[in-house]
DNA sequence: CATTTGAATATTGTAACATTAATCAAATAT
DNA sequence: ATATTTGATTAATGTTACAATATTCAAATG
């Protein structure tokens, strides 16, 4: 009889699958839900880990305003200095981009998918999901389970998605396409430094 | 010492909790979910239990909203906070990009000539006169007393301004050219609606 | 007759488990 | 010598098990 040979293997560094090499790339936990929410979970969980997204955050409760100068760009000669108290035009980002902080939320965008609404890797969209979308809006949907950002048009009844670049084709929803719409863009924002 | 009477109870027809007594009104089931998305997704189930939403169909076009989106919805004041490992991001516009307020100032940009570096026309820039320019950074400075927002570069150890558009020519800077550089570029916000 | 008590039963969060997947060096094949 | 196979090792993943909690109701109690 021959000897079973099993001295392969044993305990060795770094031997074992690695740590975060899992499909979310991170820790998991177990959590208990209601059986008819699993599979929106699920759907939540493939179309995050899948695409574009990289966080998604929540406006804060408590918003700061902050109101500062605003130059028109066809400023005149005699540059106000923004300490100037002449200066009427004050401006307040979060006034100026958020309606309503209860329904909006914010998507870091990852990759360039969706360049062609000017929209970059880092960049983040702002979202509101209390506008109803109409024809024409620009809208974040997911479609066959990718983010996109294209404006919402309509075609014999069905929905369609026209980029804002003609290098991209429409995108024709039928019943065999997955398609749901997360909100209204109503901005985007982009810090450079 | 005293029998213990435990004659109580016993089976009977009816005796105990009721199926679907439960916080969600149906039967539960575990699920492993990504560390991350655990806060989120309780909001979803809190939020959609206590609006009892479901999906809200937009018969019209065929659209559906995902009931996901509303986990940018606030959790009701007085509901309990489950005491969440993961530390929940919350975004304030001024807070991100907004350092120095009392150096900062916006400016509307009018034209296309920064087209390239995404800032459009109707785009707002956040200008921070606080920050030193460096090569390579974002400017808004007034050449022969005209206000512009360009890439700020060097040529033969004079400034030059580079616009991020094809169409435009750099503009170079020599010693009969009033120049003044105004401040730094820090941000870009963008309204869609 | 109202209140208390405790067995019965479901919910709920978490631990445990079995299965699958990934990793790597020794063993084997070419 | 180099490529492939093998199997121990370790983590991920889906499910079950379990303990603690909540609810219900009739018997016991006052």
Redesign the pocket.
Known sequence: MKP?????????????????????G?????????RSSVSNIKKYLNLSRLNNIDNISLARDEITYNPLVLFEHKVPAGFPSPADDHVEKRLDLNEYLIKKSDATFFVKIKGDSMIDASINDGDIVIIDRSIQAKIGDIVLASVDGNFTIKTLSKHKLKPRLLPANEKYKPIEIDDNTQFELWGVVTGAVRKFK
Not at 9 to 24: D, H, T
Not at 26 to 34: A, G, Y
Request: glycine share 20%.
């Open positions: 079973i040979k099993n001295n392969r293997g044993g305990v060795r560094l770094g031997a074992g699958r690695r740590p975060g090499s899992g499909l979310y991170e820790e998991t936990k177990v959590m208990r839900v209601p």
